[in-house]
């Protein structure tokens, strides 16, 4: 259970920051956001435009056929009147015409300061236009800027809209809408004579990308409307508008009783119908030529802009790099016709963190209680049903909830719940290693224990190889040819077992054991059992115990077999030699014949240190490895100092 626990709480603490990732939404996650909400707007459902909007454009062919831009103001008169006769509800045009007509005859002073007056039919061009203009339901466009002003700007004549903004309780300081420092506006006789004016301003996300655009405006404490809504609200006649806010997030625009859904900032997040040039597109040579339906824009609201290579501003958009401006707002205005806009509802953000910890957590259980594979197919499923949700929803309703943070944490709860299982198998790991010590210490204990209560002198020979083989074997470590197999694991393994190497004479006569004289060669004979007696022992408890290629008993048989091996071949019971006796037997062999002769036994005195080390010398490539002797040499004090504390 507490192993279970652990993963549980891997899971989920990655869901824990992400629902706070979504509740706190910083600032470095926006462009992921960005990329998650273009992802799931492709994969929607597109809508195809409504019947009641159509684009006159003022194309390359256009200017092939009529001349270069800027046209005259009489020509640019006499396309406004051609879509008028077409029976159109509303023009909107997106187009500023900031100076005078530079053809006007009232405009007489031309290039070089001189007089260039034209023909009478040419003369008040601007005039003819305003005439135009006032005919019909015209909107003229204009732009609001945002810097400070560095100079003297000439008054507009902008029509502001009547929007009472109703603030909830906890939001009265805020302001739902950008406020501008400047305007940019066509000829005062123009725009008293359009029907209204709408601001052309669609400002891009920090990426460039364009997903929504300003229905509403702030200017000199007057509320503007975007090109696109002016249009729609001459259009429908709309009386009644206002403004509801319902946190720093969300609003609704109410025209006529109809909900517009916007943002904060007075955004409509824009529904777009797929690619550039989704809407009907007519040339503008096509209308001045008298090329087009009677009945093409009956009823319509008719955008006038330009897209000709150096005339018209593009934008880049979820699904396209070159989206005209002009059809931007033509978006705009079918969005609100067909009251489809996408949206952000103040609900998105709890639901989204609902669903990160539901997800989340069901996952990390999943994870705890039935496995990490499950867990893996338990995420996948939840994935597919957030995507396909979002998709779903969007298509459906036009309301964006975002599967990006229930995705982060079930992307970041499988290796958290990995991870916590690695610390779960290591501790178990450990707790086994650690037990696999205590018995492996409890067994060689024990068996020292029978030594020791059949032969003391035996026993506490055992307990000192214990040392001795340890100091040894951490020097020749450095040794090429034993470096990789005294590993620090097998080192602590060859010390702990070192002392069983004299197992096998729990088997030998205690009349031979404390016999204090010299042994016959029957005797001697009897004595030499003692590695194959030891050896016995251990096969047995193997097969007893059902065990097979355990490296501990493993090692132990070469101890206990091998100890008596010489490196010349002339040792017993086998005759092994050099590379043929095992490492763990070489070692044990010096340090056994070491503690042998410098400790006093019941058939001799112990022998002075340096006349055992005179003999080992002496047996240095016979008896010995010769690399074993070396090292050996180099740690004989400490082996001193480990003869006298044990």
Same mark, same amino acid.
């Given at each position: 259970?507490?192993?279970?626990?652990?993963?549980?709480l891997?899971?989920?603490?990655p869901? !824990?920051?992400?629902?706070?990732?979504?509740l706190?939404?910083?600032?470095? $996650?926006a462009?992921?956001?960005?990329?998650?909400?273009?992802?799931?707007?492709?994969?929607?459902?597109? +809508?195809?435009?409504?019947?009641?909007?159509?684009?006159?454009?003022?194309?390359? *062919?256009?200017?092939?056929?009529?001349?270069?831009?800027?046209?005259?103001?009489?020509?640019?008169?006499?396309?406004?009147?051609?879509?008028?006769?077409?029976?159109?509800?509303?023009?909107?045009?997106?187009?500023?015409?900031?100076?005078p007509?530079? $053809?006007?005859?009232?405009?007489?002073?031309?290039?070089?300061? %001189?007089?260039?007056?034209?023909?009478?039919?040419?003369?008040?061009t601007?005039?003819?236009?305003?005439?135009?203009?006032?005919?019909?339901?015209? !909107?003229?466009? $204009?732009?609001?800027?945002?810097?400070? @002003?560095? *100079?003297?700007?000439?008054?507009?004549?902008?029509?502001?809209?009547?929007?009472?903004?109703?603030?909830?309780?906890?939001?009265?300081?805020?302001?739902?809408?950008?406020?501008?420092?400047?305007?940019?506006?066509?000829?005062?006789?123009?725009?008293?004579?359009?029907?209204?004016?709408?601001?052309?301003?669609?400002?891009?996300?920090?990426?460039?990308?364009?997903? *929504?655009?300003?229905?509403?405006?702030?200017?000199?404490?007057?509320i503007?409307?975007?090109?696109?809504?002016?249009?729609?609200?001459?259009?429908?006649?709309?009386?009644?508008?206002?403004?509801?806010?319902?946190?720093?997030?969300?609003?609704?625009?109410?025209?006529?009783g %109809?909900?517009?859904?916007?943002?904060?900032?007075?955004? &409509?997040?824009?529904?777009?119908?797929? +690619?550039?040039?989704?809407?009907?597109?007519?040339?503008?040579?096509?209308?001045?030529?008298?090329?087009?339906?009677?009945?093409?824009?009956?009823?319509?609201?008719?955008?006038?802009?330009?897209?000709?290579?150096?005339?018209?501003?593009?934008?880049?958009?979820?699904?396209d790099?070159?989206?005209?401006?002009?059809?931007?707002?033509?978006?705009?205005?079918d969005?609100?016709?067909?009251?489809?806009?996408?949206?952000?509802?103040?609900?998105?953000?709890p639901?989204? !963190?609902?669903?990160?910890?539901?997800?989340?957590?069901?996952?990390?259980?999943?994870?705890?209680?039935?496995?990490?594979?499950?867990?893996?197919?338990?995420?996948?499923?939840?994935?597919?049903?957030?995507?396909?949700?979002?998709i779903?929803?969007?298509?459906?309703?036009?309301?964006?909830?975002?599967?990006?943070y229930?995705?982060?944490?079930?992307?970041?709860?499988?290796p958290?719940?990995?991870?916590?299982?690695?610390?779960?198998?290591?501790?178990?790991?450990? *707790?086994?290693?650690?037990?696999? &010590?205590?018995?492996?210490?409890?067994?060689?204990?024990?068996?020292?224990?029978?030594?020791?209560?059949?032969? @003391?002198?035996?026993?506490?020979?055992?307990?000192?190889?214990?040392?001795?083989?340890?100091?040894?074997?951490?020097? &020749?470590?450095?040794?090429?040819?034993?470096?990789?197999?005294?590993? @620090?694991?097998?080192?602590?393994?060859?010390?702990?077992?070192?002392?069983?190497?004299?197992?096998?004479?729990?088997?030998?006569?205690?009349?031979?054991?404390?016999?204090?004289?010299?042994?016959?060669?029957?005797?001697?004979?009897?004595?030499?059992?003692?590695?194959?007696y030891?050896?016995?022992?251990?096969?047995?408890?193997?097969?007893?115990?059902?065990?097979?290629?355990?490296?501990?008993?493993?090692?132990?048989?070469?101890?206990?077999?091998?100890?008596?091996?010489?490196w010349?071949?002339?040792?017993?019971?086998?005759g092994?030699?050099?590379?043929?006796?095992?490492? @763990?037997?070489?070692?044990?062999?010096?340090?056994?014949?070491?503690?042998?002769?410098?400790?006093? %036994?019941?058939?001799?005195?112990?022998?002075?240190?340096?006349?055992? !080390?005179?003999?080992?010398?002496?047996?240095?490539?016979?008896?010995?490895?010769?690399?074993?002797?070396?090292?050996?040499?180099?740690?004989?004090?400490? &082996?001193?100092?480990?003869?006298?504390?044990?």
């Amino acid at each position: 259970m507490k192993d279970r626990r652990l993963v549980l709480l891997c899971g989920i603490a990655p869901t !824990i920051v992400a629902a706070l990732l979504a509740l706190y939404r910083p600032a470095v $996650f926006a462009h992921v956001e960005s990329g998650v909400y273009d992802a799931v707007l492709r994969q929607a459902s597109t +809508k195809a435009p409504g019947e009641h909007v159509a684009l006159v454009d003022i194309d390359e *062919r256009s200017l092939s056929r009529i001349g270069q831009w800027p046209w005259r103001r009489d020509v640019i008169a006499r396309l406004v009147r051609r879509i008028q006769d077409h029976g159109a509800s509303t023009i909107a045009i997106d187009l500023i015409f900031a100076e005078p007509d530079r $053809f006007d005859a009232s405009n007489t002073v031309g290039m070089m300061g %001189r007089e260039a007056p034209l023909p009478n039919d040419l003369s008040q061009t601007d005039a003819g236009l305003a005439d135009a203009l006032g005919r019909g339901r015209v !909107i003229l466009g $204009f732009a609001l800027t945002f810097e400070r @002003p560095t *100079r003297e700007t000439r008054p507009c004549v902008l029509h502001p809209l009547s929007v009472p903004i109703i603030h909830s309780a906890d939001d009265a300081d805020h302001s739902p809408v950008f406020h501008a420092s400047g305007a940019i506006c066509s000829l005062p006789t123009l725009a008293s004579a359009a029907a209204a004016s709408g601001f052309l301003n669609a400002a891009s996300d920090a990426d460039g990308i364009l997903r *929504r655009a300003p229905l509403l405006i702030d200017f000199d404490g007057k509320i503007y409307p975007g090109l696109g809504l002016a249009a729609v609200i001459a259009a429908s006649e709309t009386r009644n508008l206002a403004l509801r806010v319902a946190n720093v997030n969300a609003a609704t625009l109410t025209m006529d009783g %109809r909900p517009v859904p916007i943002d904060g900032k007075g955004n &409509l997040l824009l529904r777009f119908r797929g +690619k550039k040039r989704t809407f009907p597109y007519v040339s503008a040579a096509d209308v001045l030529d008298g090329r087009v339906h009677d009945d093409l824009f009956k009823d319509k609201i008719v955008f006038v802009g330009t897209t000709a290579l150096g005339t018209g501003d593009f934008l880049a958009t979820p699904f396209d790099t070159q989206f005209a401006g002009v059809e931007l707002h033509a978006t705009v205005a079918d969005n609100l016709l067909q009251q489809d806009p996408l949206q952000r509802s103040e609900h998105a953000t709890p639901i989204e !963190i609902e669903t990160t910890l539901l997800a989340g957590v069901i996952v990390a259980f999943v994870g705890a209680r039935i496995g990490l594979v499950w867990a893996a197919v338990t995420t996948l499923a939840w994935m597919g049903v957030l995507w396909g949700g979002s998709i779903w929803r969007l298509s459906a309703s036009g309301e964006f909830v975002s599967p990006l943070y229930p995705t982060l944490a079930l992307i970041a709860a499988i290796p958290a719940m990995t991870a916590g299982k690695l610390l779960v198998e290591r501790r178990r790991a450990d *707790r086994a290693h650690h037990e696999t &010590l205590v018995s492996q210490h409890l067994m060689v204990q024990s068996l020292l224990s029978l030594t020791e209560a059949r032969d @003391p002198d035996t026993g506490q020979h055992a307990r000192r190889t214990q040392l001795y083989t340890r100091l040894l074997a951490e020097r &020749l470590a450095s040794h090429p040819r034993f470096h990789d197999y005294l590993t @620090p694991e097998r080192i602590d393994l060859l010390a702990s077992l070192a002392p069983l190497h004299d197992i096998g004479k729990v088997a030998i006569p205690d009349r031979l054991l404390n016999k204090p004289g010299a042994l016959t060669t029957d005797e001697i004979a009897e004595m030499r059992n003692h590695p194959a007696y030891g050896l016995e022992v251990i096969l047995q408890a193997e097969n007893r115990t059902g065990t097979r290629n355990d490296p501990i008993l493993a090692m132990a048989k070469e101890i206990v077999y091998t100890h008596h091996e010489r490196w010349d071949g002339t040792g017993y019971p086998r005759g092994l030699a050099h590379e043929q006796i095992p490492i @763990p037997g070489r070692l044990v062999a010096l340090v056994d014949v070491y503690d042998a002769l410098v400790t006093r %036994r019941v058939y001799r005195q112990p022998m002075p240190s340096q006349s055992a !080390i005179d003999l080992i010398v002496a047996g240095k490539g016979t008896l010995f490895d010769p690399a074993v002797v070396d090292a050996f040499l180099e740690v004989f004090p400490l &082996l001193t100092t480990a003869q006298m504390s044990a």
